[in-house]
């Protein structure tokens, strides 16, 4: 296993930069995430780590062994690394087994050996019983664990994924996400893996590189960019919540609930702090809204199962979302207490 070293990455299309001076220290074994808005640059970094793209700036080094930069480029080959792409790129009329065995005969591996880690790779993916199947037989998520077994059986140093799911359905998505989190756990291989889907990225990575235009926004654990966003960019792309002007609230720092009430209720000119207030952190007190300090009318809710999702409109006309156990009325009064908030810097 190896780790993955981005130096101050970039790379242009002409005067474009569509990574711009990327930096990311990623360990061994770690699965990472890319995660941004379509255009941000994401395919292109994987593409710089894959070998298929030269970087114009920067460096790229797997464990000591330096693979990119400005004068020097590896070819993909020889990088011990294999990519899984959305459109599975299977050979449509070989086998399973065939298929995955494919990058085996590239290194001229036949006979027991080839047998044995085909057998190997297939198992790992539970499709060892559709060995003997063409990909046109298989549903799209067993498609894709063939696309996974065809990588693995290499056994290379690191898997680059380019939004794997995005030709499945929802349901088979969520199912997939286990695959590739089980698929993590039993080869240990360093992952790097980008979506646009912030809730698969949560769902599956150690850590995850959030990044709008070329640059990188944020790097952190999915608990960590949840409950400490940089900046209101970050903070609105990841989970829901909402974004108050208050005159109270340090960037970076949780606010108590005293200071949020008070800051609330600061005059305009001196709110000039934003924080995050996420829904399950305002309380609803739907009985007695007259004997609380602050108020907010419901405009309306949407009934998700185990809860319903309520927006609320403050007096002021800020609008504010939480979440609360039963139905409220449209229209209704309520009094709220906000229990935490979280300060976030200037957007970049
Ligand atoms: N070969 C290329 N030539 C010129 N511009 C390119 C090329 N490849 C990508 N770009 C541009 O670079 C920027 C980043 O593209 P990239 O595909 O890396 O974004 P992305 O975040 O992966 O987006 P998506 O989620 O839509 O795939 C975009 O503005 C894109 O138009």
Redesign the pocket.
């Known amino acids: 296993m190896a780790g993955l070293t981005i130096e101050r990455v970039t790379?242009h299309?002409?005067d474009?930069a569509?990574?711009d001076a990327m930096s990311l220290a990623i360990e061994p074994g770690e699965f990472v995430a890319?995660l941004?808005?379509?255009?941000?640059?994401?395919?292109?970094?994987?593409?710089m780590l894959a070998g298929f793209?030269a970087v114009s700036q920067g460096e790229i080094h797997l464990g000591d062994t330096l693979l990119a930069s400005a004068t020097q480029h590896t070819p993909p080959e020889a990088r011990n690394m294999a990519m899984v792409f959305q459109s599975y790129a299977l050979w449509p009329h070989m086998s399973v087994a065939d298929n995955v065995g494919y990058p085996l005969k590239l290194r001229q591996i036949r006979g027991a050996d080839y047998q044995r880690r085909v057998a190997q790779a297939l198992d790992l993916v539970a499709l060892g019983p559709y060995a003997a199947r063409t990909p046109q037989d298989l549903s799209g998520g067993q498609r894709q664990r063939v696309a996974l077994a065809r990588c693995l059986v290499t056994d290379p140093a690191v898997v680059l994924l380019?939004?794997p799911l995005a030709n499945l359905d929802r349901h088979l998505r969520a199912s997939m996400e286990h695959g590739f989190a089980d698929f993590h756990r039993r080869t240990g291989a360093t992952m790097v893996y980008?979506t646009?889907d912030q809730h698969e990225a949560m769902a599956l990575a150690d850590r995850i590189a959030v990044?709008r235009a070329?640059r990188l926004v944020q790097w952190a654990t999915p608990e960590t960019l949840y409950r400490r966003p940089r900046t209101p960019w970050v903070a609105s792309f990841i989970g829901q919540g909402s974004q108050l002007m208050l005159g109270a609230g340090a960037p970076g720092q949780h606010v108590a609930s005293t200071t949020l009430m008070q800051g609330l209720h600061a005059p305009e000119h001196q709110r000039t702090h934003t924080v995050l207030v996420r829904p399950e952190h305002v309380y609803i007190h739907a009985n007695a809204p007259t004997s609380q300090d602050l108020t907010a009318r419901v405009e309306r809710q949407t009934f998700r199962g185990e809860r319903f999702e309520v927006h609320l409109r403050l007096p002021d006309g800020v609008a504010l979302m939480a979440y609360h156990p039963e139905a409220l009325h449209e229209g209704q009064q309520v009094g709220l207490t906000l229990t935490e908030g979280w300060g976030l810097e200037a957007d970049t």
């Open positions: 790379k299309f002409g474009h569509a990574v890319l941004g808005p379509s255009g941000c640059g994401k395919t292109t970094m994987l593409r793209e380019d939004e980008v646009h990044m070329g």
